[in-house]
């Protein structure tokens, strides 16, 4: 596709559901990151996969949440049991990923997001 | 723990003035600096990005990059009402983690 997509663009649940947030990155990019934005702030990491390997997960909250990206393509990220805290916009971002020489110059394309509000 | 501060706004100028939007970090480690525009309840784009020390002009944008004070600026000359919008600063670093960090950015308005 010509850029990250998300779905779906806006999520509500009710407190104690579990919710999965679907983003499909860029054709052939190899790394996806997932970010957390809270209102007035920017985006907080959560977690970073190059190809189906989840690097990071230093950003995950709780053990709630849970991402994975099985095929290093499409990623989902599921929270369990939401809270009102969960209650942001989750970001998806892709980057050509870092094989090549320049990685650390690597911008970040973002999708647009999913609204997620807890009832 | 790596921060990235920008002074949230709102920062209000009249159309046709230049708008300054600064950023500093704490990790002296870093190498690359990007500045991405976020209208809201939209995703973040890329407006600069910026490696060296100096300046590096792209039409009506100007990033500023001072690794000894460790701030990163952007003006945007000709303000049109158009940019108003939250501007982000994300800085990554070197020989470590591949993750960008983010500032909460600012707010720029832009009045005609």
């Known amino acids: 596709g010509a850029g990250v997509s998300q779905s779906p663009r806006y999520k509500v649940a009710k407190r104690g559901q579990d919710v999965a947030l679907r983003c499909d990155p860029i054709s052939g990019h190899v790394s996806l990151f997932w970010y957390q934005q809270a209102l007035g702030q920017g985006p907080e990491f959560l977690t970073y996969?190059?190809?189906?390997?989840?690097?990071?997960k230093s950003g995950l909250p709780s053990d709630r949440f849970f991402a994975e990206r099985p095929e290093g393509s499409v990623s989902t990220l599921k929270i369990q049991r939401t809270q009102q805290e969960d209650s942001a916009v989750y970001l998806c971002?892709?980057?050509?990923?870092?094989?090549?020489?320049?990685?650390?110059?690597?911008?970040?394309?973002f999708g647009d997001g999913t609204r997620l509000s807890i009832l | 723990q790596k921060e990235v501060e920008q002074n949230s706004g709102p920062l209000s100028v009249p159309e046709g003035a230049i708008a300054s939007l600064n950023c500093t970090y704490s990790?002296?480690?870093?190498?690359?600096f990007f500045w991405y525009r976020q209208y809201s309840g939209k995703s973040p784009e890329l407006i600069m990005s910026i490696y060296s020390n100096g300046d590096k002009e792209d039409g009506r944008f100007t990033a500023q990059l001072n690794k000894a004070s460790q701030y990163v600026s952007l003006l945007i000359r000709d303000s049109q009402p158009s940019d108003s919008a939250t501007y982000l600063c994300a800085v990554r670093a070197s020989g470590g983690s591949y993750i960008p960090t983010f500032g909460r950015g600012t707010s720029l308005i832009v009045h005609p």
């Open positions: 996969f190059q190809n189906e390997a989840q690097l990071d």
């Open positions: 990790d002296r480690g870093s190498q690359s």
């Open positions: 971002a892709s980057s050509e990923g870092p094989s090549t020489g320049s990685r650390y110059r690597q911008p970040q394309h």
